[in-house]
């Protein structure tokens, strides 16, 4: 049972124009959220994250929107770069903290020239 | 300079050999954690160690153990490899010393690549 859920594999996208990537979650103890971005033949980076108090957070170009009803957040990053092509992993965790990271599968994001 | 450094990069070996991966880090994090990578899967967790004393099984520990041989020193061992091990691990370290783990998210090595053959 999939507790974190990346539905898109994939997207594609042109430089200079949004990214949205989606992350949907089933378990309603989850407080806290990240995003990580992962180059090949490198470990994951963490690039923001969101606690269950807020509902939107920025960071320069990226800002994660979180809605606890629906169990989404998104990551939205404008504009995007052609260095943002990556994987890109939503982590979840029920403690407060990043001691037990849940991770989706990842969503491979190509940003266009 | 890393600060969490994972050696080997990359391993090939035989089932039934032991195998064991190190990681090291320069962060001065208290907590250290592994976790694998399969192709098309999310990170999944096998051990996490919140200091040297403390050790408590992942989501998916079977197979595996660990040794938290220093602050800065996580070790995680196959006794007896098997082909469906082979996968990507990762080594990971937070630091909670400022009583806020919650603003402390999880920081990488480069990984390990252990293929069982």
């Known amino acids: 049972d999939q507790q974190v859920k990346q539905n898109s594999p994939s997207l594609s996208v042109q430089e200079g124009r949004i990214s949205i990537l989606n992350c949907d979650y089933t378990?309603?103890?989850?407080?806290?959220f990240l995003w990580y971005k992962k180059y090949p033949a490198e470990g994951p980076t963490f690039l923001i994250s969101i606690s269950s108090i807020k509902d939107k957070n920025e960071d320069g170009r990226f800002t994660v929107f979180l809605n606890k009803s629906a169990k989404h957040l998104s990551l939205h990053i404008v504009p995007s770069q052609p260095g943002d092509s990556a994987v890109y992993f939503c982590?979840?965790?029920?403690?407060?903290?990043?001691?037990?990271?849940?991770f989706g599968k990842g969503t491979k994001l190509t940003v266009n020239p | 300079d890393a600060d969490v450094t994972q050696t080997p990069r990359n391993r090939i070996t035989k089932t039934g050999k032991r195998i064991m991966l190190e990681c090291s880090q320069t962060?001065?994090?208290?907590?250290m954690y592994w976790y694998r990578q399969d192709p098309g899967l999310g990170l999944r967790l096998i051990y996490y160690?919140?200091?040297?004393?403390?050790?408590n099984k992942g989501e998916i520990s079977d197979g595996y153990s660990v040794s938290r041989q220093a602050q800065a020193k996580f070790s995680l061992s196959l006794e007896s490899a098997i082909p469906n091990q082979t996968a990507l691990y990762f080594c990971?370290?937070?630091?909670?010393?400022?009583?806020?783990?919650?603003?402390?998210?999880?920081?990488f090595g480069d990984g390990t690549r252990l293929s069982i053959l």
């Open positions: 990971a370290t937070s630091d909670s010393s400022g009583g806020q783990a919650l603003l402390s998210p999880q920081h």
């Open positions: 982590a979840a965790s029920d403690q407060g903290g990043s001691e037990k990271l849940v």
């Open positions: 962060k001065g994090h208290d907590r």
């Open positions: 378990n309603s103890m989850f407080d806290y």
């Open positions: 160690s919140f200091d040297v004393k403390d050790i």
